[in-house]
């Protein structure tokens, strides 16, 4: 409170509070004194009245003079004070009395001095009057001294000293009212001497506040404000001078800031056409990436269309091995071209995810399965922990989350030369009710990772081992791929590694739970049955555990076959007679002869056997089993799979029938393809007509718009990009056709190899149905064409594959053997594929020496281009290598391309006159 007092009142309150408290202090004291010496001397008057009383009255009490007595009393009465006189006989009965009546009870008294009593309003005295009182009055009959004669007792009252002290203090009141009075007087002229100065300071200070730099406090009257002023008057000084000097630097920066804003504005023109340049760019990379689409997957579904009708040929082994190889060679080739899609996919910000119910469980455990034979090639254990906890039904995008696993399992093979790869699935928060934490990890006992390793991880194009000796594949955009899917799923991936001992990869993602999380395993027919479990590995024999108590058996693990089959025959009669035995093995550890033993064994002893064996020995082990549909499956083990073998076991039943297919139109069905490539459009029409379809093969958009006119067809396979008419200009104006004349629209499926979804929306959206991507194979094409027409083709025969070293031979001008591969078997379509090439070839060399010599750079690349596909589907690999060379030039607009023409004119040359020389 006293810091919220300005310097007036602060000056009041100094003055005023001493001067007060002293005042009080010391009219109170006086005051006290006064009263205190007021109330002695009445009771000092009282006792000299009663004493002077005693020798008047002693002669009357001695004669009982009553008058007398009354007399006396009342001329006491006219004492100051006095309020009520009485005299007493020795009995102290009353005599006489003068006055009211007494407020005081009587006093005691023995008789031998005086005695009083008092109270606020009176004192009373009791003075006995003794025979020696005589002698003072002047009667001399008798000179006794001590007799007792009678009593006078006096009171006095207080109202006059009472009123005597009110006076007095009333009149201290006065002068001490008036003295502070006096002092608050003087000390608000001193508070108004000080704020006076102040309040000018005050103004003077705010004044320089509002700017005013000019103003100047005058001399204030006393030495220290003087000096304040003085200050103040310097200060402003000052600050006049610094802004002065402000506003001319203000000036100076002003000058700076608007030549430097006519700088900006130049810039921010530049940047904005920069911008537009980048934008440009930007589009010019979309339509790069869907051309390159374009053109790599065109060739790509020639060589595994035709690697496909190849192997259903007679073939040699070394043939065989050959086509092998092409086969796996594409297939890594469009796995690495979809990994730079989706990268391309996930910068441009195009990649939509789904929101679909999946199961966890089986998503990983079919992630593995897929996987499985690349890691038990190099004979290594996978296996899947998916703890008890963890909710099974969610929602999201599998496929993608299954992109993201398969990228982190098969970066794990690759690096791990020997031990277990283990993918486990947990719990990480359930606090919410309808989403799920979950964390993924994928751990592997491989190479590991060092910390510059992991600070290049997730970096484009980036890999662990960038040497030229490494031994792993890839573009490195597996895991910058997975990075993003997993970042736009809203969670995070990270890694923890040690050189030399491993590495774990994991993911952390929040799902939405499925409606249902029920339990989709029925287990009424394998509950309370027991199990006993052999698995070498003991991360396995864990996952096989929990797997099995899944499926509702009671699981017993036993660390050897011998005693597994010990138990089961302890056992064999009891309560916990054990009703299967799974078993993991290897050829290595347990060859197939040796199992069967155990098996017909076990067999003996009512229990059935089901046998977990990696991939690549499946076949040894098929023979030594009596049910190898049920009793056989491949590791790592599947918990649906383990369930329906199980249940199998226990109640085995004949395959069901299959439903008979709805009959189906018998006629073949009328097909229009469409591509400006005639090797591709020569393969599509072999798929097609090998299957029994009736197909109209044309080159072009003109001539697809023409047949659409004159014939009728079931479907239409159109090619997008051709030159001319393209496809989508092809669909609409076939559209506009069907329109103008009222007829049925003919389903068109778009051939394109753009895979961007853009370009896919973009299809449809200009009147395709559907689209294929390339390469393209007979078992898609016959599911469009029955999908579209509702006509059936013949079953494609099923693909083969396997893996065998190739031998990349010298190119040579003619190669009747590779034609021959290329063409499936089929003489007479291999020697059709090399007569159009020769029929065409003369015309091509004439257009790229005229695109040459006018430097027509875009339609030289298109030449050989067109040129380069048809030469992949003939035994010409000289001219494809001139043409691939020439290509990649004139792409990168190498100036060496035209050297790579003069080769590829030679190579021309070369083969025209090897077929003239063959013929």
């Known amino acids: 409170m006293y810091k919220d007092l300005g310097i007036k009142g602060r000056v009041l309150l100094l003055t005023l509070l001493p001067t007060s408290l002293l005042a009080m202090v010391l009219g109170g004291y006086f005051i006290w004194a006064q009263l205190s010496d007021m109330q002695a001397q009445l009771l000092q008057r009282g006792q000299m009245i009663a004493e002077q009383l005693a020798p008047l009255a002693a002669p009357a009490l001695v004669r009982g003079d009553a008058v007398l007595l009354e007399r006396i009393a009342d001329h006491a009465l006219d004492q100051p004070d006095v309020r009520a006189v009485s005299f007493l006989s020795l009995e102290r009965a009353r005599l006489a009395h003068a006055g009211p009546s007494m407020l005081n009870s009587s006093p005691d008294n023995d008789g031998s001095h005086l005695s009083l009593t008092s ?424 996952a096989l555990h929990h797997q099995l108590e899944d499926c509702g058996l009671e699981v017993q693990d036993h660390p050897s076959l011998d005693a597994l089959l010990e138990a089961v025959e302890t056992q064999r009669n009891g309560p916990r007679a054990v009703a299967f035995a799974v078993m993991g093995v290897t050829a290595r550890e347990l060859p197939p002869d040796r199992l069967s033993q155990y098996i017909w064994d076990l067999e003996q002893l009512g229990c059935k056997s089901l046998v977990l064996c990696p991939t690549t020995e499946q076949a040894l082990y098929h023979q030594v089993l009596p049910d190898s549909h049920n009793q056989l499956q491949a590791k790592p083990a599947c918990t649906r799979k383990l369930h329906r073998a199980l249940t199998g076991l226990v109640s085995p039943r004949q395959q069901p029938r299959l439903e008979a297919p709805q009959p189906q139109s018998t006629r073949a069905p009328k097909i229009l393809c469409v591509d400006d490539n005639p090797a591709n459009l020569l393969l599509v029409e072999t798929l097609l007509g090998d299957m029994g379809a009736l197909v109209t093969a044309v080159d072009s958009g003109y001539a697809a718009v023409e047949a659409a006119q004159q014939h009728n067809f079931d479907l239409v396979l159109m090619d997008v990009q051709m030159p001319g008419m393209d496809g989508r200009q092809a669909t609409e104006e076939i559209r506009r056709l069907e329109a103008g004349s009222e007829l049925s629209p003919v389903p068109i499926v778009a051939l394109t190899a753009h895979a961007l979804a853009n370009e896919k929306r973009a299809l449809l959206q200009g009147g395709m149905d559907d689209y294929l991507t390339k390469p393209i194979g007979e078992r898609q094409l016959a599911q469009v064409v029955l999908k579209w027409t509702g006509l059936s083709l013949h079953s494609p025969a099923p693909d083969r594959s396997a893996e065998h070293p190739t031998n990349d031979d010298e190119p040579s001008v003619l190669d009747p053997e590779e034609g021959l591969r290329l063409a499936a078997g089929k003489a007479d379509l291999a020697a059709d594929m090399l007569a159009m090439l020769l029929a065409s070839l003369a015309a091509d060399r004439q257009a790229i020496r005229q695109a040459l010599d006018s430097d027509d750079h875009a339609t030289l690349l298109e030449r050989v281009h067109r040129l380069h596909g048809a030469t992949r589907y003939c035994g010409v690999p000289q001219l494809r290598a001139a043409c691939q060379r020439s290509e990649t030039l004139l792409k990168k607009n190498d100036p060496a391309y035209r050297q790579a023409l003069d080769d590829l004119d030679v190579a021309i040359v070369r083969l025209a006159g090897e077929t003239r020389v063959n013929a």
């Open 119 to 542: 109270n606020t309003d009176a004192t009373r005295f009791m003075q006995p009057v003794f025979e020696r009182h005589r002698v003072l009055s002047g009667d001399t009959a008798k000179l006794g001294n001590d007799q007792l004669l009678g009593w006078v007792e006096l009171e006095m009252s207080h109202h006059g000293t009472l009123l005597k002290g009110y006076r007095s203090l009333f009149a201290s009141l006065l002068l001490i009212t008036a003295g502070l009075a006096v002092t608050a007087l003087l000390a608000l002229r001193m508070s108004h001497q000080i704020n006076e100065p102040l309040r000018r300071i005050k103004q003077g200070v705010a004044l320089l506040k509002e700017g005013r730099l000019e103003t100047r406090l005058p001399q204030l009257g006393n030495h220290e404000m003087d000096e304040l002023a003085g200050g103040i008057n310097r200060m402003a000084e000052a600050l006049q001078s610094a802004q002065e000097e402000l506003q001319h630097n203000i000036d100076q920066a002003t000058e700076d800031v608007r030549q430097n804003l006519e700088t900006i504005e130049i810039q921010n023109i530049e940047l904005d056409l920069a911008r537009k340049e980048a934008l440009e760019a930007s589009r010019i990379k979309s339509e790069f990436l869907a051309n390159m689409s374009h053109e790599i997957r065109t060739p790509l579904n020639g060589i595994l269309g035709f690697t496909n009708l190849l192997q259903k040929s007679e073939l040699s082994p070394r043939q065989q091995d050959y086509l092998s190889t092409i086969e796996k060679s594409a297939d890594n080739l469009l796995g690495i071209i979809n990994e730079i899609l989706d990268f391309s996919k996930i910068e441009a910000g195009k990649l939509v995810l789904e929101n679909i119910p999946f199961n966890l469980r089986d998503l990983i455990q079919d992630t593995l399965t897929i996987l499985a034979p690349a890691a038990h090639e190099k004979r290594l254990e996978l296996v899947s922990l998916v703890y008890r906890d963890t909710p099974l039904q969610l929602v999201g995008d599998p496929l993608r989350l299954k992109q993201v696993l398969t990228n982190l399992v098969s970066n794990a093979i690759k690096f791990t030369r020997e031990g277990t790869i283990a993918v486990r699935a947990m719990l990480e928060d359930d606090s919410d009710a309808d989403l799920v934490q979950l964390r993924i990890s994928v751990q592997d006992t491989g190479i590991g990772l060092s910390d510059e390793d992991l600070r290049a991880l997730f970096q484009a194009f980036s890999q662990a081992d960038n040497s030229l000796s490494r031994q792993a594949g890839g573009t490195g955009l597996g895991l910058v791929i997975s990075k993003r899917l997993i970042e736009q799923m809203g969670g995070e991936i990270g890694v923890a590694s040690t050189p030399g001992e491993g590495s774990e990869f994991w993911i952390s993602v929040s799902l939405p739970k499925a409606r249902d999380d029920a339990d989709d395993l029925p287990k009424a027919l394998l509950a309370g049955r027991y199990a006993a479990v052999f698995e070498p590995q003991e991360l396995a024999r864990q």
